[in-house]
Nanobody
Framework: QVQLVESGGGLVQAGGSLRLACVAS?????IAWFRQAPGKEREGVSC????????YYADSVKGRFTTSRELAMNTVYLQMNSLKPEDTAVYYC??????????????????WGQGTQVTVSS
């Protein structure tokens, strides 16, 4: 029902910025960003709720990352500023067709993008 295509990863110096994009086909109730570093569990980064535009953020990225949606393109962005080496991970967008319960639980989401690598050098 939902397909996700994400882009925007790359290599950046500490303190720099990247913008990730997730293009969704099909109707979604929410689109979230997760990240996973080697040897670590998948971590919720942010979530955009379609019904009212409410956003949620992990404490580790508050004040640095911003998620938003362009409705005409059905695209959700993750603007990442003041990047730190500890932000290095594979970033995934995820979608659910219904209202979610707890946004940062990976099990809430039914659809996942392919992942894009973000590497922050010191």
């Amino acid at each position: 029902q939902v397909q996700l295509v994400e882009s925007g990863g790359g290599l950046v110096q500490a303190g720099g910025s990247l913008r990730l994009a997730c293009v969704a086909s099909g109707r979604t109730g929410a689109i979230a960003w997760f990240r996973q570093a080697p040897g670590k569990e998948r971590e919720g980064v942010s979530c955009f709720r379609s019904s009212d535009g409410r956003t949620y953020y992990a404490d580790s990225v508050k004040g640095r990352f911003t998620t938003s949606r362009e409705l005409a393109m059905n695209t959700v962005y993750l603007q990442m500023n003041s990047l730190k080496p500890e932000d290095t991970a594979v970033y995934y967008c995820a979608a659910v067709g219904r209202e979610f319960g707890i946004w940062y639980f990976p099990s809430e989401y039914d659809y996942w993008g392919q992942g894009t690598q973000v590497t922050v050098s010191s």
